[in-house]
Antibody, heavy 126, light 107 residues
Framework: QLQLQESGPGLVKPSETLSLTCTVS??????????WGWIRQSPGKGLEWIAS???????YYNPSLESRVTISVDTSKNQFSLTLRSVTAADTAVYYC??????????????????WGQGTLVTVSS | DMQLAQSPSSLSASVGDRVTITCRAS??????LNWYQHKLGRAPKLLIY???HLQSGVPSRFSGSGSGTEFTLTISSLQPEDFATYYC?????????FGQGTRVEIK
């Protein structure tokens, strides 16, 4: 059974950098069929997709966060990571990592997140 | 960004009730629409992908329908474990966006 586990500091100071890692177990991050992504949920708000990455390093980002975000992958450790720079209180959220699967159709591929981590709360505060 | 509007934002229902949640997209998204269940403190769970495909292991009381701009998630007979928040998500365009959620509460 595939499992994803987020790790990282629970408290980050304003203007500093948030760094999180997602460790994948029960499967390979080098799967050719999947991307890996980060999603967050701010207190009292809905879900927000942040970024996704392929094992080869191909990435795509939410344009609203792209200037501050880097997603990376370490296939040797079966991990992928998120870095968010210059954080503010608005970045306080539960951060989830997830696996993106796809269903191929004649019209194209339909993507969905089929496995998620439990989430980790990151608070931005001095 | 593609906007998804869910309705209602919350509902109260009893065990055994039929529940329907609607998700409306601001533009045509064909069937690039997924549904997730989220319980507090737990990982979100994929229920339906590509508008109507039931994820493996999900009970058959869950079903999805729709195409274009209007989609529905139906729970045919609500069970105690179904009380949660439900989100739709589109993957037609970047950024991938979610609806604001529908909270299903016990009546």
């Amino acid at each position: 059974q595939l499992q994803l586990q987020e790790s990282g500091p629970g408290l980050v100071k304003p203007s500093e950098t948030l760094s999180l890692t997602c460790t994948v177990s029960g499967g390979s991050i080098s799967s050719r069929s999947h991307y890996w992504g980060w999603i967050r949920q701010s207190p009292g708000k809905g879900l927000e997709w942040i970024a996704s990455i392929y094992y080869s390093g191909n990435t795509y980002y939410n344009p609203s966060l792209e200037s501050r975000v880097t997603i990376s992958v370490d296939t040797s450790k079966n991990q992928f990571s998120l870095t968010l720079r210059s954080v503010t209180a608005a970045d306080t959220a539960v951060y989830y990592c997830a696996r993106r699967a796809e269903m191929r159709t004649v019209m194209g591929s339909i993507y969905y997140f089929d496995y998620w981590g439990q989430g980790t709360l990151v608070t931005v505060s001095s | 960004d593609m906007q998804l509007a869910q309705s209602p934002s919350s509902l109260s229902a009893s065990v055994g009730d039929r529940v329907t949640i609607t998700c409306r997209a601001s533009q045509n998204i064909d069937n690039y629409l997924n549904w997730y269940q989220h319980k507090l403190g737990r990982a979100p769970k994929l229920l339906i992908y590509a508008a109507s495909h039931l994820q493996s292991g999900v009970p058959s009381r869950f079903s999805g329908s729709g195409s274009g701009t209007e989609f529905t998630l139906t729970i045919s007979s609500l069970q105690p474990e179904d009380f949660a928040t439900y989100y739709c998500q589109q993957t037609f365009s970047v950024p991938r966006t979610f609806g604001q959620g529908t909270r299903v509460e016990i009546k």
